[in-house]
């Protein structure tokens, strides 16, 4: 099966964690025999002019070679931006169409989204198969008049469980939470420090976060202006394979997304770390989040009942944390990569 890989989002050096997913998927299905023989990505973040160049290189290569290119089936990540070159795509019926959907390409609010929602309507209804990460995205993907039959459940490439894994015997008490992702508006940052002050008052904890985004700034001048900065560290972008030796030394991960995320892998990747979860209540994270069984829900934006939350869990007894921990390991492991990734590509070799 001969695949040309289209995606606007994807990591370089800079910006190792942007679009990583696109990049582990990429690797995955290589490694189980499919060939890439195309590929048009754009690498990194980009800003002002540059941004506007590289989308402008991105439409034309991607009209180019999906007229000109020699493959069986096109894969899309990011059914928004990504789609709209493929509106001038001469499609032949010999050659497929996947989407792959991740969460804000389809759920982005405000005029400019809705129209290249219209835009993209009529191909998004004509693809061959629509890939969702969740059970969650499904009514959403129908939404957009996609016949279920078409809607196929694949958790955005799994996790390498050759780089998050846990530590053992795993300690259930080194005095760290963190974050993990981007820092961007909706992530719930805001929320995340909020709660870390008022719960400064009853635990003494320090406060990892790793990850990049618009936000860093401000979150540093927060953390200045409250006298966080001895207990609250920033290691900014780095590598999974980084980040996971951080994580793994965390007695608790936090995720307080207030955005309908689709999945949020970054939470099924700390959970395979060995580490316990607290996540919003919204979108995606509740499908595989169980409150009080590998971690704890929380209302989105509510930085008091996060603080109830991480209470409770320095309230469990080390058996109890130990059992919540190895709970967080058993539930990733259905979203290990080769698992997930061995049964996306016999879905796509059924398409033939």
């Known amino acids: 099966m001969k695949v040309y890989l289209v995606s606007n989002m ?3 050096s800079k910006y190792p964690s942007f679009g990583v997913f696109v990049k582990n998927f990429e690797e995955a299905i290589r490694k189980e025999g499919v060939e890439i023989v195309e590929s048009s990505l754009i690498k990194g973040r980009k ?12 439409f034309v290569e991607v009209i180019w070679k999906s007229n000109r290119g020699d493959f069986d089936l096109i894969y899309v990540h990011y059914m928004q931006h990504s789609l709209i070159p493929l509106n001038f795509w001469k499609r032949r019926k010999d050659k497929k169409l996947v989407l792959n959907a991740h969460g804000t390409d389809i ?10 929602r219209r835009f993209n309507s009529k191909l998004i209804k004509s693809a061959d198969l629509v ?14 008049g996609v016949s279920k039959e078409k809607i196929y459940i694949s958790p955005s490439g799994g996790i390498n469980d050759q780089v998050f894994y846990p530590i053992l015997p795993k300690k259930t008490d080194s005095g760290k939470i963190g974050y993990f992702g981007r820092l961007d508006p909706g992530k719930g940052l805001e929320t995340l420090l909020k709660a870390f002050i008022e719960i400064q008052k009853s635990i003494s904890l320090k406060l990892d976060i790793i990850g990049g ?13 409250n006298n966080l900065l001895e207990s609250v560290q920033f290691f900014g972008p780095l590598s999974q394979a980084n980040s996971a030796k951080i994580i793994r030394n965390w007695d608790l991960a936090v995720f307080p997304s207030q955005l309908e995320e689709s999945l949020g892998l970054v939470g099924i990747e700390a959970m395979a770390c060995g580490v316990p979860v607290i996540g919003s209540r919204i979108g995606g994270i509740p499908t595989y989040l169980r409150d009080g069984i590998n971690g704890f829900l929380f209302e989105q934006g509510n930085h008091n ?14 058996d109890e944390r130990s059992i919540m ?22 879905k796509l070799k059924s398409l033939n």
């Open 10 to 12: 994807y990591p370089n």
């Open 325 to 346: 921990a190895e709970n967080a390991v058993k539930t990733s492991q259905a979203y290990r990569s080769n698992k997930v990734t061995n049964e996306l590509i016999e």
């Open 47 to 58: 800003a002002g002019l540059a941004r506007i160049w590289a989308y402008l290189v991105f």
């Open 213 to 225: 985004g618009s936000l860093e700034n401000s979150l540093h001048s927060f953390c200045q202006e």
């Open 107 to 116: 759920l982005g609010t405000g005029k400019l989204a809705s129209k290249i």
């Open 131 to 144: 890939v969702v990460p969740s059970e969650f995205f499904v009514s959403k993907i129908k939404n957009l």
């Open 305 to 318: 009942e996060l603080v109830e939350k991480i209470v409770e869990y320095y309230q469990l007894g080390e």
